[in-house]
């Protein structure tokens, strides 16, 4: 945060680039003296670079109904104290601040007041006390939102005095416990009012203690409040929200691995002069001064003319296939690619190689259809929203449905936020007739009524999601994909944290891939690529370890629909066994069941791999 003439500034800039990958617009984050909210995109200058992926691109502009948005990284460049809006602005959020002036009452002054202030009421970022004496201060940690995104401060004035005409006398926060519960923290008033914070929460008695949403958006600016609507067209009731919570804010976002083509060269080379020469080209007559200059010419010149005007012809069009889902068009060309697929040339982004199925002697092996090692993959990331509350994932396809509104990025959305991956992995598909007759047992099909009926408790307590059951080829698939990660972290030389997935159950087969990446060459360091040389020990050796959990009987014998335990979304999988890093799973360590995958102490007979030993 910067100060101007020793007053609080409602802006500042965010400096730690590793941030940036992290933090989208309308996140809250704590600085070292402050806290505050990510400015929306319209305060992110200079916009990063653009990035070229088309497919996604298509995807983004289908699902926020926009004819046309760029795909941009981030601001990354070394920002210039001169100009002081360079960069990512950071508001202050909340404006409302508690003192690190204590006083204790209570039996032993066991519990404590401190004063509640508002930032206009500070000393160049400091409290006063009635002896003179300045004081820090910190963030009040209760905030409100609604399920549309909007975020504003509670009115602790109105709030203390519950609905009475509030006066204007110090406010304190009293903290009558130590165990932190809503119960012994109260809001009071020196007029004598006081009400507990526990009262903040929704109750028979009193449906909206909080009020209605008038819709601010602290991201977007000042005066950039909008009209909240609910389900009813009115407006959403406010709720209590802890600024560090997890559920203070989802990022929603979409990814495709670059899957290149015959053009991908002409294509790449384009795209380094496009932002700078081609893009302004109107007529083919211009293309002739444009391939003159230095640049141009050494990335096209052995590109005929013809070629570039069509691929300039093409862009300008906005003819991008969107019929197929994104994960669709992925395992197509895994399962389709010939030998090598891509070239093996740095400069470009994707190489992988099919090894053949013969080397191997494990049994195991016999339900697996095609091995491929990707030598070298792009992955390209991009923001579409956030909400707050409740996530909202893609699907088993990898498409993200915006049913259920999110929070804008900017007011007026001219590009979105996007990040660039490169890595490396290995894809393994298993036989689909060999996992179409496991899907068809009597002991399948019955588990798979147990792990749908706890989805359907699950969805009814979460009734704006629009989430569908997956079904048990997802569910076993990405069981197995969790045991396998956790098999090859132990030898591929990156962290499990570092490693991720991407499930494909549609109707060219049934797959998973294994993933590394990073913004730089941390994810080509060839071990995953070495793993796959191996799958058959990393796979026998994740069936072994995924048999016994440390928490058995109990995980093993677990029902999804179990209303105690409340783990709807899950059957025999636990922090003992199944569970990773929830970066590295796309479903948050939802959907897994172990049972589907392996023999258990509770039964073998829905295991895929069962007969296969």
């Known amino acids: 945060m910067r100060t101007r003439q020793g007053k609080p500034n409602p802006s500042g800039q965010l400096r730690q680039s590793q941030l940036l990958s992290t933090y989208g617009p309308g996140a809250m984050l704590d600085l070292p003296k402050q806290s505050g909210i990510v400015g929306g995109l319209e305060f992110w200058k200079p916009a990063g670079r653009l990035v070229h992926e088309e497919r996604l691109q298509a995807k983004v502009c289908a699902l926020l109904k926009r004819p046309y948005l760029e795909l941009r990284a981030p601001p990354t460049e070394d920002l210039n104290d001169a100009d002081p809006f360079a960069g990512v602005r950071v508001w202050r959020f909340p404006q409302w601040f508690v003192a690190s002036y204590e006083r204790h009452f209570g039996e032993k002054e066991q519990w404590r007041t401190r004063p509640l202030v508002h930032w206009r009421q500070l000393v160049r970022g400091r409290y006063i006390a009635d002896n003179k004496k300045a004081f820090s201060v910190v963030p009040i940690r209760f905030v409100q939102a609604c399920i549309n995104g909007h975020l504003s401060d509670i009115n602790w004035r109105e709030f203390v005095h519950q609905g009475g005409q509030p006066c204007q006398m110090p406010l304190w926060l009293d903290e009558r416990g130590t165990s932190g519960d809503f119960a012994e923290i109260f809001v009071r008033c020196e007029c004598k009012q006081s009400r507990s914070l526990a009262t903040a929460l929704p109750s028979e008695d009193l449906k909206h203690p909080l009020g209605l949403c008038n819709g601010d958006r602290p991201w977007l600016g000042p005066n950039s409040n909008e009209k909240c609507r609910g389900p009813d067209s009115g407006p959403h009731a406010n709720r209590l929200l802890i600024r560090s919570a997890t559920n203070a804010y989802f990022a929603q976002t979409l990814s495709v691995i670059h899957i290149p083509d015959a053009d991908d060269g002409l294509r790449k080379a384009v795209d380094q002069v496009w932002e700078d020469s081609l893009q302004y080209v109107e007529k083919k007559e211009q293309l002739k001064y444009e391939l003159k200059k230095a640049k141009v010419h050494a990335l096209l010149e052995n590109i005929p003319a013809d070629k570039v005007w069509s691929e ?38 994707f190489f992988a190689r099919s090894l053949p199925l013969s080397g191997f002697r494990d049994p195991i092996m016999k339900t697996v259809e095609r091995l491929v090692l990707v030598h070298r993959l792009r992955e390209v990331v991009t923001q579409v929203g956030f909400t707050r509350y409740e996530s909202i994932g893609t699907d088993i396809d990898g498409e993200l449905s915006l049913d259920v509104r999110v929070a804008d990025l900017a007011d007026d959305l001219k590009w979105v936020p996007t990040v660039e991956n490169f890595g490396e992995g290995f894809f393994l598909a298993f036989k689909r007739d060999l996992v179409d007759q496991w899907a068809e047992r009597a002991a399948v099909k019955e588990r798979t009524e147990q792990l749908a009926a706890g989805f359907d408790v699950w969805k009814k307590r979460h009734p704006g999601s629009k989430v569908t059951f997956p079904g048990p080829r997802y569910v076993m698939l990405h069981s197995l994909s969790h045991m396998l990660m956790t098999a090859v972290a132990l030898e591929c030389g990156y962290g499990q944290s570092a490693i991720r997935e991407r499930i494909y159950v549609g109707d060219a087969g049934y797959g998973l891939l294994i993933l590394t990446g990073g913004s730089g060459a941390e994810g080509t360091l060839g071990g995953l690529v070495q793993a796959g040389r191996r799958v058959d020990r990393h796979l026998r050796a994740a069936l072994e370890h995924g048999k016994l959990c440390s928490n058995d009987p109990v995980c093993a014998q677990h029902r999804p629909d ?6 709807f979304l899950h059957g025999a999988a636990c922090h003992g066994c199944m569970f990773i890093a929830e970066p590295s799973c796309e479903r948050f360590n939802s959907y897994l069941d172990r049972a589907l995958v392996v023999p258990t102490v509770d039964g073998a007979d829905m295991a895929f791999f069962a007969e296969r030993e």
Do not use: H, M, W, Y
């Not at 068009?329 to 982004?349: A, I, R």
């Open 312 to 349: 300039i012809q093409r862009r300008k069009s906005g003819n991008a296939a969107t019929e197929k889902s994104i994960k669709e068009l992925e395992l197509e060309t895994f399962l389709s690619q010939p030998e090598e697929l891509g070239q093996d040339v740095p400069s470009l982004d």
């Open 562 to 567: 179990d209303v105690f335990e409340e783990r």
